[in-house]
């Protein structure tokens, strides 16, 4: 079984920063992809970004593009999710998520993703 906890959300203005981090249990974490999802009031899930097993492919979505960075520590077991020159638009649940196996643009698709965490949320005001 395996168990995703995130945090580092709050409340930011409009241009700043936040970094969320996904803590995982379970040996599978360096095997799989690993990957954002968030999740606005009123609207569908949406990917954000996800990164390889081995850290060497990341994906983003091009509303995040040169704005957000994931990474990941598989000695740690965390990924992390850099999120600079937040809009308001970024306001929203973001979820982290174990993918059951994925690569190139399979890792969009939330229904490859066998484990979720509970969500952490993210406000940014204007």
């Known amino acids: 079984q395996v168990q995703l906890v995130e945090s580092g959300g709050g409340l930011v203005q409009a241009g700043g920063s936040l970094r969320l981090s996904c803590a995982a249990s379970?040996?599978?974490?360096?095997?799989?992809?690993m990957g954002w999802f968030r999740q606005a009031p009123g609207k569908e899930r949406e990917f954000v970004t996800a990164i390889s097993w081995g850290g060497g492919y990341t994906y983003y979505a091009d509303s995040v593009k040169g704005r957000f960075t994931i990474s990941r520590d598989n000695a740690k077991n965390t990924v992390h999710l850099q999120m600079n020159n937040l809009k308001p638009e970024d306001t929203a649940v973001y979820y982290c998520?174990?993918?059951?196996?994925?690569?190139?643009?399979?890792?969009?698709?939330?229904?490859?993703?066998?484990?979720w965490g509970p969500g952490t949320q993210v406000t940014v005001s204007s």
């Open positions: 998520a174990l993918s059951g196996g994925c690569s190139g643009y399979g890792c969009y698709d939330y229904t490859r993703y066998d484990y």
């Open positions: 379970g040996r599978t974490f360096s095997s799989r992809a």
